[in-house]
């Protein structure tokens, strides 16, 4: 009998009952607010690391930690092998940090500062605090292992914890607002309230699961950026993306990125390119075939390119940059027949190569000829649909 059909008959479990659906299932686990980790770990001279929240406290006496791994994450194989791990709590501006390790890649440690602990695991650089640990006890539920470990080494510095929440990464308050406003940027640029229409507040605000005040607020901010406008009976109603539009937003974007070129590039940190060459070089190799490829591909490019104006140590402007993002208009008019042609030259290669050696004006030169390109690709598609999408 297995360890499950065990547990059953002790506490007259019914296996035959029917599970809750996956998708309900993370849908409400997301609405739980909690802390964001890296675990890392060093087998033979490997590091390996993942984002994850699934992370506590388990005793004092003696100190004990419990993590819990996908048995399908090379981090879970290199932790059951090496029989340690470290637990890195996240600071509130390190919400790069974790998607970068909650990706799949070999080298997630390229241009990400670390140190190697008397422990010999390695603790990132900038982390709230770190818990260095022995595994002690190993279970198993579902499709992760439980890992006990006892605790070997800790400490904490100052400053806010990352927080995830909905998807969302920073501090609580702060995820709350993230979550309504890319919601509802979501919400009006995937046109689930159509052209013409008014925004329902409250139905945003149910499909959410956020108040209603929250999403007054996003809207509000989507106003600003001209993403929606004033309807004719009150309230917002979505405005069409246009040739000006895009204009105006990729044009934002780029004076973004180059003023950091300009005032930030020639000090970066090199860890910081690396990281930057590395985002580079995964972008360089996707080519996006399926709607499933265009997305990933989307969001790591976005990536690539904030992790650029994140040498300015703004996270202000980095959410200003993100927030011009009109990614919608490949999403809703993807055609894989046209996708080459939208990739364009190798903007991205000659980019990092100019960054990594810190030349400043062929960096901008190269923003500034993407972004023309992205552009006119933009209005090529708009005007394809008519002039308004």
């Not at 100052?158 to 920073?170: D, I, K, Q, V």
Request: charged share 20%; glycine share 10%; hydrophobic share 45%.
């Amino acid at each position: 009998m297995s360890a499950a059909s065990e547990a059953a008959v002790r506490y007259g479990i019914d296996l035959g009952l029917p599970l809750v659906d996956e998708q309900v299932f993370r849908n409400v686990v997301g609405h739980f607010a909690s802390g964001v980790t890296v675990i890392t770990t060093a087998d033979s001279d490997q590091l390996y690391g993942t984002t994850v929240s699934a992370v506590s406290s388990l005793s004092a006496e003696p100190p004990m930690m419990l993590i819990c791994l996908n048995r399908s994450s090379a981090t879970h194989d290199a932790v059951a092998r090496a029989g340690r791990y470290a637990i890195n709590i996240l600071s509130s501006g390190q919400g790069g940090i974790a998607r970068a390790f909650a990706r799949k890649g070999d080298d997630k440690f390229a241009g990400v500062g670390h140190t190697i602990s008397d422990q010999g695991l390695p603790l990132l650089d900038g982390a709230l605090a770190s818990i260095e640990c022995v595994v002690a006890e190993t279970a198993v539920g579902g499709t992760h292992t439980i890992f006990l470990g006892r605790v070997a080494a800790a400490r904490a510095g100052e400053g806010e914890p990352l927080a995830y929440y909905r998807g969302t990464f920073g501090n609580l308050d702060h995820a709350l607002e993230t979550a309504a406003y890319e919601g509802a940027r979501d919400w009006v640029l995937r046109r689930r309230t159509p052209l013409g229409e008014p925004v329902e507040v409250a139905t945003v605000a149910a499909s959410l699961r956020l108040e209603q005040a929250l999403i007054d607020s996003a809207l509000i901010r989507l106003a600003s950026e001209g993403l929606v406008q004033s309807a004719a009976g009150g309230g917002y109603e979505p405005a069409p993306l246009t040739a000006d539009l895009a204009d105006r937003l990729y044009g934002d974007r780029e004076t973004i990125e180059t003023g950091v070129i300009e005032r930030y590039l020639a000090d970066a940190p090199v860890e910081q390119l690396d990281r930057i060459a590395h985002l580079g070089d995964q972008v360089t190799s996707l080519h996006p075939t399926t709607p499933e490829d265009l997305e990933a591909f989307l969001e790591l490019n976005m990536d690539f390119h904030a992790a650029i104006v994140g040498l300015a140590g703004s996270r202000q402007l980095t959410a200003k940059y993100r927030a011009l993002n009109v990614t919608t208009i490949w999403r809703e008019t993807f055609e894989p027949a046209d996708w080459e042609h939208q990739l364009g030259p190798t903007f991205v290669p000659r980019l990092t190569a100019a960054l990594s050696r810190r030349e400043i004006p062929a960096a901008q030169a190269v923003v500034r000829e993407q972004v023309a390109f992205v552009t006119a690709g933009a209005k090529a598609v708009i005007a394809a649909h008519g002039g308004r999408v």
